[in-house]
């Protein structure tokens, strides 16, 4: 089941980078061919390329999309490797579940203070808080990386 919500989520970042895709091209086109530039497309192109990596990073996750380094493989045992494994998990779980914290405070001090882009006046809070949700489904699939690392 979670993999499928993981799997929507990047398929949403994925929509989004092809809408993405679309505005920069017609961005390009009014400003160059019309002579008449669309001014919020800055501004959109950065929310979204925010919202297209923390879409995919619990996805990457789970499937093992992201960069391994195995460094300590040929130096280590079987049982000593599993024990490495849990605690790098366990660490990362740890640091992600900070970052989500953190972020998820600053995206409600963000919403008491109104805070929003400069020329479209988009709210920033929303983007926030779904960085905070994707860092914390991140730590989930850490810890759960942790837990069949160690029960293998």
């Not at 497309?41 to 960069?67: D, K, N, Q, R």
Request: glycine fraction near 10%.
């Amino acid at each position: 089941m979670l993999d499928r919500a993981f799997r929507a989520l990047a398929l949403g970042g994925g929509a989004l980078l092809l809408g993405l895709m679309g505005l920069i091209a017609f961005d390009v086109v009014m400003r160059y061919v019309l002579r008449l530039p669309f001014l919020g497309a800055y501004e959109l192109t950065e929310l979204g390329m925010a919202m297209i990596v923390f879409l995919g990073l619990p996805y990457c996750a789970a499937s093992g999309g992201h960069v391994a380094v195995d460094v300590l493989g040929p130096l280590l045992d079987r049982p000593g490797m599993r024990w490495v494994t849990v605690l790098v998990h366990l660490a990362g779980a740890a640091l992600t579940a900070v970052m989500a914290w953190e972020t998820f405070q600053y995206a409600l001090g963000s919403r008491e203070r109104g805070e929003a882009s400069q020329m479209l006046t988009i709210a920033q809070w929303p983007f926030e808080t779904m960085a905070a949700v994707s860092m914390a489904l991140f730590c989930l699939v850490l810890l759960l990386q942790a837990w069949k690392a160690l029960r293998a």
